[in-house]
């Protein structure tokens, strides 16, 4: 299994557990995640870039691989995610560098050029 397939089976996973609560404040928190990212007066190709750099600076892992996936279904090209990928260790610094090789890991997945 790859670290695409995994985050996948784990994130389903968690998410029923979650749907499984039905709590309302995390079901709107939940809903507004989502609409978030949508096109708007920023394009969603951007939101999903802007999602990558602040999960790499906070170090989220998960969080890093879902809009590394989400960037490349968007149309995101593999020099646009590394550059996104560069503001984010300069903003972050090298604390960052173990979540740029993760990201990296699941960019090649996609075997972008």
Do not use: W
Not at 11 to 18: K, L, V
Not at 41 to 61: D, F, H, I, Q, T
Request: glycine share 6%; hydrophobic share 40%; aromatic share 4%.
């Amino acid at each position: 299994m790859n670290i695409i397939e995994d985050l996948h089976k784990r994130r389903e996973a968690g998410n029923q557990r979650i749907h499984n609560l039905n709590d309302l404040n995390i079901n709107r928190f939940m809903a507004l995640d989502t609409k978030a990212y949508e096109s708007s007066a920023v394009p969603a190709k951007y939101k999903e870039l802007m999602g990558l750099v602040g999960s790499a600076v906070l170090r989220c892992n998960d969080c890093i691989i879902y809009h590394i996936e989400a960037s490349v279904e968007c149309g995101c090209t593999k020099k646009e995610i590394s550059e996104a990928l560069n503001i984010a260790l300069v903003i972050g610094g090298s604390i960052v560098i173990p979540h740029l090789r993760v990201a990296l890991e699941a960019l090649e997945s996609y075997n972008l050029e």
